[in-house]
């Protein structure tokens, strides 16, 4: 076996050691010869591209698959976990990505079920056990709360909860700060330090590199199911773990502001929408995007993003206000319209709304545009293949060829069909819905790419995204969106995180 480069070595028994883990589905090898350890009262961060094992390894960890071989060790010694609960009762507990929460249910109920105690649980004495764990680790909301009504940060409280309120010594985290604003990414990192604080060890799953080097004590690196590296936080920096991740060296990530602004190209007017529920998402809200700029929208999923992407592009009829691209309104509703007039999309869910994953790849690629390979009204097939063989070949996407059907490809993939389909007509606008979300650093670098080719070729970009380092690497101007209104734009240069983040929890104030 190929032994990582590793440049830190740890004295101490490990609390968990898994060694020579392997683990494949069908014809995929998901984890190869894995060896990996974890210390007492540290925060070890897990690296990887997507697909490189890092969830199937703690997913190993925590019961939820056997591994194919290799053994585990917890506290010096072997154990077999068949399932979660195998897993929990050696005190190891796991918060995922997607919660698994009851949302009728209260914090109170949702700590509690399935945590033992028969027929005849002592409600009491769990809320004084929940409030002193709260108190503890400064988890603190209403016990009484129906878990619905809770914010993101609230939720993940719980579910942080839930696993303490298990006896959990070993906690793992799967992108725990993929939702959440920076004052609540802020409240968790306080939390992880003082669980550290009392021995506790927490494994932290992010692709967030600054955060990583924020929180984490030590740093391994998987690709393509195997440890590449291992290295302590102090002897490291982003840009050698984004290089490790990817095994090449990436591109420099910050990237200049626009030189070529022109006149505003995308003009949003006192715009006013409904969700499906019919209450108010977006109100009011007034913006203008200059040709061959990039407007970061930031904020904390739920506030009006998705209503106000999928009116601008008329799948959303707007309750009042207008849109207007090249000075000229939109007719409302008419996605058809939108396209005539050269605007662009990136859909947050590209699986959903992006493509049709039982079409091929040749269909994606034409799916807006197919009357333009019309002849005497017959699809002209032979131009859309040379149509598609021209964009993949250019958006370097890997298939088996244009007739491949879409769902076989791998996400990075299916959002270049998109980025092809969308950026090659050379679009006066762009609005980019959560562009990056689910990929990996190497298809992020590809996606940001072009994405500014966009902006140097004249378009004007709305690019809403959770991701702050998203933001600051992209945007020329930065806007905040919270509870359907702006709360504050600046030019990225004069924006700090500090700023932003209060924004996004809706403070108003400037920074003092």
Same mark, same amino acid.
């Given at each position: 076996?190929?032994?990582?480069? !590793?440049?830190?070595?740890?004295?101490?028994?490990?609390?968990?050691?898994?060694?020579?883990?392997?683990?494949?589905?069908?014809?995929?090898?998901?984890?190869?010869?894995?060896?990996?350890?974890?210390?007492?009262?540290?925060?070890?961060?897990?690296?990887?591209?997507?697909?490189?094992?890092?969830?199937?390894?703690?997913?190993?960890?925590?019961?939820?698959?056997?591994?194919?071989?290799?053994?585990?060790?917890?506290?010096?010694?072997?154990?077999?976990?068949?399932?979660?609960?195998?897993?929990?009762?050696?005190?190891?507990?796991?918060?995922?990505?997607?919660?698994?929460?009851? $949302?009728?249910?209260?914090?109170?109920?949702?700590?509690?079920?399935?945590?033992?105690?028969?027929?005849?649980?002592?409600?009491?004495?769990?809320?004084?056990?929940?409030?002193?764990?709260?108190?503890?680790?400064?988890?603190?909301?209403? $016990?009484?709360? $129906?878990?619905?009504?809770?914010?993101?940060?609230?939720?993940?409280?719980?579910?942080? &909860?839930?696993?303490?309120?298990?006896?959990?010594? !070993?906690?793992?985290?799967?992108?725990?700060?993929?939702?959440?604003?920076?004052?609540?990414?802020?409240?968790?990192?306080?939390?992880?330090? /003082?669980?550290?604080?009392?021995?506790?060890?927490?494994?932290?799953?992010?692709?967030?590199?600054?955060?990583?080097?924020? !929180?984490?004590?030590?740093?391994?690196?998987?690709?393509?199911?195997?440890?590449?590296?291992?290295?302590?936080?102090?002897?490291?920096?982003?840009?050698?773990?984004?290089?490790?991740?990817?095994?090449?060296? &990436?591109?420099?990530?910050?990237?200049?502001?626009?030189?070529?602004?022109?006149?505003?190209?995308?003009?949003?007017?006192?715009?006013?929408?409904?969700?499906?529920?019919?209450?108010?998402?977006?109100?009011?809200? #007034?913006?203008?995007?200059?040709?061959?700029?990039?407007?970061?929208?930031?904020?904390?999923?739920?506030?009006?993003?998705?209503?106000?992407?999928? /009116?601008?592009?008329?799948?959303?009829?707007?309750?009042?206000?207008?849109?207007?691209?090249?000075?000229?309104?939109?007719?409302?509703?008419?996605?058809?319209? #939108?396209?005539?007039?050269?605007?662009?999309?990136?859909?947050?869910?590209?699986?959903?709304?992006? &493509?049709?994953?039982?079409?091929?790849?040749?269909?994606?690629?034409?799916?807006?545009?197919?009357?333009?390979?019309?002849?005497?009204?017959? &699809?002209?097939?032979?131009?859309?293949?040379?149509?598609?063989?021209?964009?993949?070949?250019?958006?370097?996407?890997?298939?088996?060829?244009?007739?491949?059907?879409?769902?076989?490809?791998?996400?990075?993939?299916?959002?270049?069909?998109?980025?092809?389909?969308?950026? #090659?007509?050379?679009?006066?606008?762009?609005?980019?819905?959560?562009?990056?979300?689910?990929?990996?650093?190497?298809?992020?670098?590809?996606?940001?790419?072009?994405?500014?080719?966009?902006?140097?070729?004249?378009?004007?970009?709305?690019?809403?995204?959770?991701?702050?380092?998203?933001?600051?690497?992209?945007?020329?101007?930065?806007?905040?969106?919270?509870?359907?209104?702006?709360?504050?734009?600046?030019?990225?240069?004069?924006?700090?995180?500090?700023?932003?983040?209060?924004?996004?929890?809706?403070?108003?104030?400037?920074?003092?």
């Amino acid at each position: 076996m190929n032994r990582p480069d !590793i440049t830190h070595t740890e004295e101490r028994a490990p609390v968990v050691e898994m060694r020579s883990i392997r683990k494949t589905f069908l014809d995929v090898v998901a984890n190869r010869d894995v060896d990996f350890a974890l210390y007492e009262g540290e925060i070890c961060a897990l690296l990887g591209e997507n697909g490189a094992g890092k969830t199937t390894l703690m997913n190993i960890l925590f019961g939820y698959y056997a591994a194919d071989g290799g053994e585990i060790r917890i506290g010096g010694e072997k154990v077999s976990l068949s399932s979660p609960r195998d897993a929990i009762a050696r005190r190891v507990g796991m918060v995922h990505q997607h919660f698994t929460l009851v $949302p009728s249910q209260t914090v109170l109920e949702n700590t509690v079920v399935g945590s033992g105690g028969g027929f005849f649980l002592d409600m009491g004495k769990a809320r004084r056990k929940l409030l002193e764990l709260q108190n503890r680790f400064g988890l603190h909301v209403d $016990p009484d709360a $129906p878990v619905w009504t809770l914010p993101i940060g609230g939720q993940q409280k719980v579910e942080i &909860l839930k696993a303490l309120y298990r006896n959990a010594r !070993i906690l793992i985290l799967d992108e725990p700060t993929a939702v959440l604003a920076p004052l609540e990414t802020k409240e968790l990192f306080a939390t992880l330090r /003082a669980l550290a604080a009392e021995g506790c060890s927490v494994v932290f799953i992010s692709h967030k590199l600054y955060e990583v080097m924020e !929180i984490a004590d030590r740093v391994v690196v998987l690709s393509k199911g195997s440890v590449v590296a291992e290295r302590a936080t102090r002897d490291t920096n982003e840009r050698e773990l984004a290089n490790l991740m990817v095994g090449r060296e &990436l591109e420099e990530r910050r990237h200049a502001g626009s030189k070529n602004l022109g006149d505003p190209a995308l003009e949003i007017r006192s715009l006013s929408i409904k969700n499906d529920k019919g209450l108010e998402a977006v109100k009011e809200l #007034s913006l203008a995007i200059r040709s061959g700029e990039i407007l970061g929208m930031a904020g904390v999923s739920g506030n009006g993003q998705r209503e106000l992407a999928e /009116a601008l592009f008329g799948l959303r009829v707007p309750d009042g206000g207008d849109v207007l691209l090249g000075g000229e309104p939109l007719p409302p509703g008419r996605p058809k319209a #939108s396209v005539d007039r050269k605007m662009a999309r990136i859909p947050e869910d590209r699986m959903t709304t992006g &493509l049709l994953l039982e079409l091929t790849v040749e269909e994606n690629l034409v799916l807006e545009n197919h009357a333009s390979f019309r002849s005497l009204g017959m &699809l002209d097939h032979a131009a859309i293949g040379r149509h598609a063989d021209g964009l993949i070949d250019e958006f370097g996407i890997k298939t088996d060829g244009r007739r491949a059907v879409a769902r076989t490809l791998s996400g990075g993939n299916l959002q270049k069909i998109i980025l092809a389909r969308e950026l #090659s007509a050379s679009p006066r606008a762009v609005v980019a819905a959560q562009p990056t979300r689910g990929l990996d650093v190497g298809a992020i670098e590809y996606v940001h790419k072009r994405i500014l080719e966009a902006r140097g070729s004249g378009a004007a970009i709305l690019l809403i995204s959770e991701d702050l380092d998203e933001i600051f690497l992209l945007a020329d101007r930065i806007a905040v969106m919270y509870e359907g209104r702006i709360m504050g734009v600046a030019e990225r240069d004069e924006a700090s995180r500090e700023q932003v983040g209060l924004w996004m929890s809706g403070v108003s104030e400037p920074c003092a």
